[in-house]
């Protein structure tokens, strides 16, 4: 199957329950941040993404926070549900390029029915 | 609409042995990237495009070469296989300074022996 999710960070929460999957960043010059989902097997696709100029913004059960002074970008999920297991990972970009993305390592999120 | 096309979605290799994995996307979109997934490691660029006839380096680059003759299309070739280059292989393409970030293909599982 899958390996992705070998050496990951994990997060395991119930069907229900708030999830919160953190990210830190390195690069200070970043001014575009996206977070991925990954299902095994399958490619990373798009959740929600923030610009600097912003500390927060809202998509549909998920919220993404930004902490420019400390590098550290966070992502909430809703009223988690079985179908949001999957890794996850945040990107940032090149500084002023949006199109060359420097992924983290990821985080898989286990929900338990 | 298919989004972004990978093929094959499976290969095996001999040590040596040449190979070219493609990647088509029908969004006219101007960005497109190869990225490798290794386990633990995340998603790490090869090489980048940001339209046709113009190409750039990633993180990764050694072992790999891309040309960008049409804005659809975006082969990754393998010159020498080495295992050192068994992985999970995505395309992906963006309008780049376009909310959304990249859109990921399906992927192509190498495996070199």
């Known amino acids: 199957g899958e390996s992705v999710g070998l050496h990951l960070p994990t997060l395991s929460v119930q069907e229900g329950d708030n999830s919160i999957i953190n990210c830190a960043y390195s690069?200070?010059?970043?001014?575009?941040f996206i977070w991925y989902k990954q299902e095994s097997g399958k490619g990373p696709q798009f959740i929600i993404d923030?610009?600097?100029?912003?500390d927060k913004r809202q998509g549909q059960r998920v919220t993404v926070l930004l902490n420019k002074t400390v590098k550290h970008l966070s992502l909430q999920i809703a009223a988690t549900q079985p179908g949001d297991s999957a890794v996850y990972f945040c990107?940032?970009?090149?500084?002023?390029?949006?199109?060359?993305?420097?992924f983290g390592k990821g985080t898989l999120l286990t929900v338990n029915p | 609409n298919a989004g972004v096309t990978q093929t094959p979605k499976f290969q095996v290799l001999k040590t040596g042995q040449s190979m070219t994995l493609q990647c088509a996307q029908d969004?006219?979109?101007?960005?497109m990237s190869w990225y490798r997934q290794d386990p633990g490691m995340g998603l790490r660029l090869i090489h980048y495009?940001?339209?046709?006839?113009?190409?750039d380096q990633g993180e990764v680059p050694n072992g790999y070469n891309v040309s960008r003759s049409t804005t659809e299309d975006f082969p990754l070739r393998l010159l020498s296989a080495a295992p050192s280059q068994t992985s999970v292989y995505f395309c992906?393409?963006?309008?780049?300074?376009?909310?959304?970030?990249?859109?990921f293909g399906s992927g192509t599982r190498l495996t070199v022996v």
């Open positions: 969004m006219n979109h101007e960005y």
């Open positions: 992906a393409s963006s309008y780049g300074t376009a909310a959304g970030g990249y859109t």
């Open positions: 923030i610009r600097s100029n912003m």
């Open positions: 990107a940032e970009n090149d500084g002023g390029s949006n199109y060359k993305l420097t």
């Open positions: 495009s940001v339209g046709a006839g113009i190409t």
């Open positions: 690069n200070s010059a970043s001014d575009y």
